[in-house]
């Protein structure tokens, strides 16, 4: 039998009818353990910690949709990427993409740094970089693509040859894309990670985070971590991730649709300096975008010209939502200076163009032409 397509692995895999009751979702299985039979002798769980149902059905279908093998799921996007890290040990050299999201800086300056960990902030659009950044000691490269939120994108296949000519492992955040858009593992990424919380929930009523990977050795300790650390996903947010993966195909479709035409209109606006989005010929990689990615989704940063402005922006907006976060079916509107990247020092937020004035965007999946207008009304005030 061929291979399902996207839509149809999204809505069946992981979805199969429960076998007790025929029920066409999967149960909420709200229970702390399960009764064992005897010493030993169980049905396959113990304790929900270590497994529950609706997070291994949860967990077969994301690694589904991103061609894994295995796949783990966790309480946040941050305890996804914190597991994998774990991958490393002391004394070993990490390269990260320098233009992270800041929580993932974050975690590395603040806390993996203590550990021995050492890293250094690379700008990966530039193969040549990550290349010069090796060091006998290189285990891991990190990188997010596009970029958060300055939509910089990695060469996946370049890097990957890279790192794995010097047995080094590549984990790539996809939190932007989403698997329907782009699948990191097909370029030769070893890891994939994701916040759940995003596109992949999609309705902004969960928070979660994911870990797919082939790597049987690796997937066996991570699976350790997640039991011995206990971040794991609960079975109601698994559930609503399991609801959100099913239409995540259409989604994204509007979203990329929504995203292009936000993206085209504020690129002609006056009053705008600049849009980093891939999907705009202007973008210096939109080819290499084209090639990795199968549409430019609907994360668009543009820079207003100074605090001010961008805080008449923000303030002025009625059907964008000013919130952190991103991916849900509503439209929501930053300020990463202030918001996603204020652990970032500021000196290092400007060199990589994360202004004061910079406004970030996750465009949503309302009729394109009231977000448009909700804009055109805000910008008028500039």
């Known amino acids: 039998m061929k291979r399902m397509g996207f839509s149809t692995i999204a809505i069946h895999v992981g979805n199969e009818p429960d076998l007790a009751t025929g029920a066409v979702s999967v149960p909420i299985y709200q229970t702390s353990t399960y009764a064992q039979e005897g010493l030993g002798k169980h049905k396959g769980y ?87 950044a090796f060091k006998p000691n290189t285990k891991m490269v990190f990188v997010e693509t596009p970029t958060n939120p300055i939509m910089t994108i990695t060469d ?57 990977l082939n790597d049987e050795e690796d997937a066996e300790w991570i699976k350790f971590i997640q039991n011995s650390v206990g971040a794991i996903l609960s079975p109601f947010d698994s559930f609503l991730v399991l609801r959100g993966t099913k239409t995540l195909a259409v989604r994204m479709e509007k979203h990329d649709q929504n995203g292009r035409a936000v993206a085209s209109y504020l690129a002609d ?28 989704g609907g994360m668009i940063a543009f820079e207003t010209g100074s605090l001010e402005n961008a805080r008449t922006v923000l303030e002025s907006v009625r059907l964008c939502t000013l919130a952190e976060s991103l991916g849900g079916v509503e439209t929501l509107i930053s300020h990463p200076a202030t918001m996603t990247h204020a652990s970032v020092p500021k000196e290092r937020r400007e060199k990589l163009g994360i202004t004061d004035g910079l406004v970030r965007i996750s465009v949503g999946i309302e009729d394109v032409e009231d977000i448009i207008e909700d804009l055109e009304q805000a910008l008028s005030k500039l």
């Open 269 to 296: 606006h006056p009053k705008v300096k600049k849009v980093y989005y891939p999907g705009l010929p202007s973008h210096p990689q939109h080819e290499l975008a084209k090639k990795q990615q199968k549409g430019f």
């Open 156 to 212: 996946l296949k370049a890097v990957s040859e890279i790192a794995h000519q010097r047995g080094a492992k590549v984990v790539c955040d996809n939190t932007f894309m989403s698997p329907y858009l782009q699948r990191p593992m097909e370029f030769g990424v070893d890891i994939v990670v994701h916040s759940t919380t995003k596109y992949l929930n999609g309705h902004s009523d969960s928070v979660g985070g994911f870990v797919a």
């Open 46 to 132: 113990e304790y929900a910690r270590t497994q529950n149902p609706t997070r291994s059905a949860l967990e077969r279908n994301i690694a589904a949709l991103e061609g894994a093998k295995f796949g783990f799921a966790f309480a946040s996007g941050m305890s996804a990427i914190d597991a994998v890290l774990k991958l490393v040990r002391t004394g070993d050299h990490v390269i990260l993409g320098d233009n992270t999201y800041g929580g993932t800086f974050r975690l590395f300056n603040k806390v993996l740094s203590n550990y021995g960990i050492e890293f250094d902030l690379v700008d990966t659009s530039n193969p040549e970089n990550v290349e010069r």
